[in-house]
């Protein structure tokens, strides 16, 4: 059974756009959610994160959102940049993230020039 | 470089040998993880351990698969009698241990076989 579900395989987008990826959790236990960005052959690599006393986290050109009572959140990119295409894994964590992580199938974002 | 270091990033091993990968955690970091992806998928834990001991194991297979993290050098992670479903990309992630503080993921070892 998926815990942390990403329902978008792929996304594409024109550069200067937002990117809006998506993911939903079924476990009330999470209590810290992270997006990494993944380019092929090379590990995951963290992005941002957010907890779960918080519903908006920012950084730079990165917002997460978390709607704890949907399970759901959500990491926006504005502006899109080529370089941006990548893989987006979503993951979650009971313990604050010293426990294991729960990933996502990830999503594929194409940023187009 | 001091990021999270693992080694070989490629390995091949023909059935029933056995696979030894290794993972240099981050400077600082003392919690140390390891996640398989197969393909298409996402990353499915196998186990976290922090120096000489194991925390959780709860995603490691119960035959072939160990792990371990002494107190001097790399946690290894060490797969006996391999056989074709081991194809895959392993990924080690180090800590520092401390409430939302995230992990940071190596590059990988991609292990084959044959």
């Known amino acids: 059974d998926q815990q942390v579900k990403q329902n978008s395989p792929s996304l594409s987008v024109q550069e200067g756009r937002i990117s809006i990826l998506n993911c939903d959790y079924t476990?009330?236990?999470?209590?810290?959610f992270l997006w990494y960005k993944k380019y092929p052959a090379e590990g995951p690599t963290f992005l941002i994160s957010i907890s779960s006393i918080k519903d908006k986290n920012e950084d730079g050109r990165f917002t997460v959102f978390l709607n704890k009572s949907a399970k759901h959140l959500s990491l926006h990119i504005v502006p899109s940049q080529p370089g941006d295409s990548a893989v987006y894994f979503c993951?979650?964590?009971?313990?604050?993230?010293?426990?294991?992580?729960?990933f996502g199938k990830g999503t594929k974002l194409s940023v187009k020039p | 470089n001091a990021g999270v270091m693992q080694n070989p990033r490629h390995l091949v091993r023909r059935r029933g040998q056995e696979a030894r990968l290794r993972c240099s955690p981050m400077?600082?970091?003392?919690?140390v993880y390891w996640y398989r992806q197969l393909p298409e998928e996402g990353l499915k834990f196998m186990v976290y351990l922090q120096k000489e001991n194991i925390i959780d194991e709860s995603g490691m297979p119960k035959e072939r698969f160990s792990a371990e993290f002494p107190k001097e050098g790399p946690s290894i992670l060490r797969i006996q009698q391999v056989v074709r479903g081991d194809s895959a990309a392993y990924f080690c992630a180090s800590s520092p241990g401390f409430r939302n503080q995230p992990q940071h993921f190596g590059d990988g070892t991609r292990l084959s076989i044959l």
């Open positions: 993951a979650a964590s009971a313990g604050g993230s010293q426990g294991n992580l729960i």
């Open positions: 476990n009330s236990m999470f209590d810290y």
């Open positions: 400077k600082g970091h003392s919690h």
